[in-house]
């Protein structure tokens, strides 16, 4: 099995790729949607990530209340980070992508299933955003919050999961070195 991108992009390309989506996530993470979670934070209650897992309608329901008159502010966040879902997931895969082909790793197979994992936080978080939108705008329900803590759930583990090899295939690769 091959990991995603290396049979169209020369290593060059996939650099120049990786910097650039690594500076679009940090513009968009930093500049828009960490801002924005702050105002929502500042309302209590915690921000996105604590609806993202209340996993119950009372929990959903608790939150949306307590951060009643920033519904644009929730919306635009959402929004935003419809765009980051393009980013973040396709930098971590190419990432693992390329550290399977690196020399001396001592774990390249695995990565070639984590690089194609970490893409499956492009729909789930798409997911997540939609079912996110519909509880702003139409309020919780039992099932909405527990289809958005599912989705985020497995967004994340796909996102740590390909994190975590970086860094332990990425330092093994340099220890082999």
Excluded at 28 to 40: N, V, Y
Excluded at 66 to 93: H, I, K, N
Excluded at 139 to 153: D, H, K, M, V
């Amino acid at each position: 099995m091959t990991p995603p991108f290396v049979a169209f992009l020369t290593w060059p390309q996939r650099w120049l790729l990786l910097a650039v989506l690594v500076v679009l996530s940090a513009v968009l993470f930093f500049g828009h949607i960490a801002r924005l979670d702050e105002l929502i934070q500042a309302k209590g209650e915690g921000g996105i990530l604590a609806l993202q897992f209340a996993g119950s309608v009372a929990k959903a329901t608790d939150l949306l209340a307590a951060w009643r008159g920033l519904e644009e502010e929730l919306r635009s966040q959402t929004r935003w980070d419809f765009l980051f879902l393009l980013v973040y997931p396709t930098a971590l895969s190419l990432a693992c992508a390329m550290l399977v082909e690196a020399r001396g790793n001592p774990l390249p197979t695995i990565g070639v299933f984590i690089a194609w994992f970490a893409l499956a936080a492009m729909p789930l978080d798409a997911l997540e955003n939609l079912a996110t939108l519909r509880m702003i705008d139409h309020g919780a329900s039992e099932s909405l919050a527990s289809w958005l803590t599912f989705c985020a759930t497995i967004k994340f583990a796909a996102a740590f999961t390909a994190a975590g090899y970086l860094l332990v295939a990425g330092t093994a690769t340099l220890v082999q070195r």
